[in-house]
């Protein structure tokens, strides 16, 4: 899938996850975090890759985004249930680094995070391509499995930039709109 999905799928599956389960006893802050990592977490499995949108979106990222990938390949560790645990367990230690008067909470930013990365690989799994999600293991998996992947949607292709980004985009109103007391209990505390 290209970034624009990602994203959109990050928020909507990372937010999702907040505003659907968990209380309204957060601060603010907790709120716009988990915004914010729901976007990092949906970007950063293709971080590996120079052309990526996470490169577009920090300062100097296009440098860095072509240092990094001639020594990495595209859809490797990062788009695997270990780069999954290994991004969770970083994310938790710098939020952990947070001064607490910022009153993040912890423990559900993480989790919408790890959402959103898992978001990111559950989608590339419905590509052509697969993913190498049991790396080291270096063999890729889709869904549909072989010899069904014909049906697999081809990334930047017509049914993911009209059908799955509209509907995707569909969501995030629907999302909004059905939880827009809760938001609104959230933001004006
Ligand atoms: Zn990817």
Same mark, same amino acid.
């Given at each position: ?27 603010? #802050? ?19 890759? #120079?052309?990526?949108?996470? +490169? ?59 959402? #959103? ?19 080291? +293991? ?52």
């Amino acid at each position: 899938m290209t970034g624009k999905t990602h994203r959109v799928i990050g928020l909507l599956a990372g937010g999702g996850y907040f505003l659907a389960l968990s209380n309204a006893t957060y601060q603010p #802050a907790t709120l716009s975090a988990v915004i914010v990592v729901s976007y990092l977490g949906s970007l950063i499995p293709d971080a590996d890759d #120079a052309g990526a949108d996470i +490169w577009h979106s920090i300062p100097l990222g296009h440098t860095v985004g072509k240092i990094t990938d001639p020594f990495l390949k595209h859809r490797n560790i990062s788009h695997s249930l270990i780069g999954l645990i290994i991004y969770t367990i970083i994310v938790y230690m710098i939020l952990n680094l947070m001064p607490s008067y910022w009153s993040i909470s912890i423990l559900p930013v993480t989790i919408a995070t790890s959402i #959103a990365y898992a978001s990111h690989l559950l989608t590339d799994a419905f590509t052509v391509e697969g993913i190498p999600i049991f790396w080291p +293991w270096h063999r890729m998996f889709g869904i549909p499995p072989k010899p069904f992947d014909g049906i697999r949607i081809e990334t930047g292709g017509w049914f993911e930039n009209i059908i799955i980004f509209s509907l995707v985009n569909i969501g995030v109103i629907f999302l909004v709109i059905s939880y827009w007391q809760k938001i609104k209990f959230l933001i004006l505390k």
